[in-house]
């Protein structure tokens, strides 16, 4: 069974500044998918970003992007220039790439805080 | 396509009564998913199907849940003789292809009393 970690329950950046977010995993799999999730306060969960794991550059989306390291089984994100709608909780999921759909597998989840 | 739909948003029911909560998928996205959210945890899993196939349900699904996805459009997730610990955030997603990420829809929120 896989598992996701995220260490850290509650971080908090200033407006304009840069935020790292941990995640890491466990899995006896080779081949899988990583991914980002925003969930606003009282909003739907939407997708940041996401890496394939045969890949090994590095996703970027805009002002997202993250870092994978997947012999250190790692997958953190990274956000600049932070904006006050970047407040929202943060799930890292994971998924092992199968051909007839698999499930994710979410982290506990870090809230993040944009100060003014 | 406006997205997943989910109905109701909300639903208050008391304890005992059975519920049931649909969910419109995207079109064209042929995988749905049900997962259940408690405050301030990760969704997890509770049921998957492709087209009108259900693949795979996980143990959190008791013999009290039950979901349907009839010619492979819309969902129902029935909760029977429902309990306080049921009471959660049901969200459904769908995708077209393994590794493209989920829709999510913007969930039934369950309040058993």
């Known amino acids: 069974a896989q598992t996701v970690t995220q260490s850290q329950p509650e971080m908090s950046v200033q407006e304009a500044e840069t935020v790292t977010l941990s995640c890491t995993y466990d899995?006896?799999?080779?081949?899988?998918?990583l991914f980002w999730y925003k969930q606003p306060p009282s909003r739907q969960m939407i997708l940041v970003i996401r890496?394939?794991?045969?890949?090994?550059q590095n996703a970027t989306e805009n002002r997202f992007s993250v870092n994978f390291q997947k012999a250190a089984k790692s997958f953190s994100l990274k956000i600049s220039d932070s904006q006050l709608g970047d407040t929202a909780m943060y799930f890292c999921?994971?998924?092992?790439?199968?051909?007839?759909?698999?499930?994710?597998?979410f982290g506990e989840g870090t809230q993040l805080t944009v100060n003014p | 396509d406006t997205g997943v739909s989910q109905d109701p948003r909300h639903k208050i029911t008391k304890r005992g009564q059975n519920v049931t909560f649909r969910c419109d998928p995207i079109?064209?996205?042929?995988?749905l998913y049900w997962y259940r959210q408690t405050l301030g945890q990760g969704p997890e899993f509770l049921t998957y199907?492709?087209?009108?196939?259900?693949?795979?349900k996980s143990r959190l699904l008791s013999d009290r849940f039950s979901a349907e996805r009839p010619k492979g459009s819309f969902s129902t997730l029935e909760i029977q003789r429902t309990e306080q610990g049921d009471s959660a955030m049901y969200l459904c997603?769908?995708?077209?292809?393994?590794?493209?990420?989920?829709?999510f829809g913007s969930g039934t929120r369950l309040t058993v009393v």
């Open positions: 997603a769908s995708s077209f292809w393994t590794g493209s990420g989920y829709t």
């Open positions: 899995t006896s799999e080779n081949n899988y998918y």
């Open positions: 890496q394939e794991a045969y890949k090994q």
């Open positions: 999921a994971f998924m092992k790439q199968e051909t007839s759909g698999s499930r994710l597998t």
């Open positions: 079109s064209e996205h042929n995988r």
């Open positions: 199907f492709q087209n009108e196939a259900q693949l795979e």
